[in-house]
């Protein structure tokens, strides 16, 4: 039996939580003993069977580098972290996961050179001092070998599924509604620009849909403004970040869920919504065709308003669940777990 350490500051997030979650959710707990770090107000809220250390900083900050249990870490056998952030000072065995190199991509997510410069070096120090290295698609992998092709460590790609309350959530309560639903971030890779542009052209046509947008401006400085603007004064439904049940209905109760992502590393929005019986309208970028490829979904071709707004004016919202039973089989969180829980020997 091993004693694992795991960063669950991301608990409660969008992306990278929801990933962590599905991780929590599957691991065998009497196989190994684990160590859960992590929000007062958010670890408090859970059941599952760890032990419980409370640490409130941002792993996102220099605090989050610095103010962290280390001791404690450091007494257990493995750490595990989601992302790419390793706090100062831990020194047992890790493993990490990265999901995407997007900061590298698109310098509109970073705060300027030196913090892109920052996010690199913590990559590479990522890579150092990790054992195994996960990510969550072969796109995904290419593109981290790309941006750093002397990596000595193996990649291991373990795709993403779906957390366990998505799974039991009900969604034949729910009743379809007449508008469609984007659920991310507010950053220019996410697309947004070309669903404003499409939903402008759908008005024009005098259909009354509406459009509600799930998320988070996050960062000011990596959000996109100038579209975060837009929709605020736009008529838009504009309701922040949701998570939990809230999250959960309004995506089975829309027509079709919109994802426009430029580029994403996995993207799990859409296979959230396959679970929840909505329809996904996606664009065609290369991770979205490695995932998608064969479900249920709508593809449209990237950054075409014109051929996203025909697309969803012409969308069949009903789900054909023969179509995704190979792809929740693929994509689970039962599979993830079992085999980043296969690393701690």
């Known amino acids: 039996m091993s004693t694992v350490a795991i960063d669950c500051r991301y608990l409660g997030n969008s992306g990278i939580g929801r990933h962590i979650e ?47 249990p280390v001791k404690e870490v450091n007494k257990c056998d493995y750490f595990y972290t989601p992302d790419f952030i390793i706090p100062l000072g831990v020194r047992t065995r890790v493993l990490s996961t990265l999901h995407d190199v997007v900061f590298l991509e698109y310098k509109e997510c970073c705060n300027g050179a030196a913090d892109k410069l920052i996010k690199k070096y913590m990559i590479k120090r990522a890579m150092k001092k990790s054992e195994k290295i996960f990510t969550v698609s072969q796109f995904s992998k290419n593109r981290i070998l790309h941006f750093f092709p002397h990596c000595k460590k193996e990649i291991k790609v373990i795709y993403n599924g779906v957390s366990k309350s998505f799974i039991d959530f009900d969604a034949s309560s729910c009743v379809k509604s007449d508008y469609f639903v984007y659920v991310g971030n507010i950053k220019k890779h996410k697309g947004l620009k070309t ?76 296979l959230e919504a396959l679970y929840l019986k909505t329809k996904p309208v996606i664009s065609d970028i290369e991770v979205f065709k490695e995932i998608y490829s064969g479900a249920d979904v709508v593809f449209f071709r990237s950054e075409d308003a014109q051929d996203l707004c025909e697309k969803l004016l012409h969308v069949d919202p009903v789900v ?8 929740f089989e693929k994509y689970n969180f039962k599979t993830v777990a079992e085999k980043v829980q296969e690393e701690f020997i």
């Open 320 to 327: 054909n669940p023969d179509k995704n039973a190979a792809v």
């Open 195 to 270: 669903l404003l542009s499409a939903y402008e052209k759908i008005k024009e046509k005098g259909d009354g849909i509406k459009l509600y947008v799930l998320g988070s401006e996050e960062n000011f400085r990596t959000s996109d403004a100038e579209t975060a603007e837009k929709i605020k004064n736009s008529d838009i439904c504009f309701t922040g970040y949701k998570s939990g049940e809230d999250l959960m209905r309004f995506i089975a109760e829309a027509k079709a869920l919109v994802q426009p992502s430029l580029y994403e590393g996995f993207g799990l929005p859409p």
């Open 22 to 68: 599905g991780i929590l959710d599957y691991l065998n707990y009497e196989k190994d003993e684990f160590v859960l770090i992590g929000k007062k107000e958010v670890l408090d809220k859970t059941s599952y069977p760890a032990r419980k250390i409370y640490c409130e900083s941002h792993p996102f900050s220099v605090n989050g580098l610095t103010d962290f």
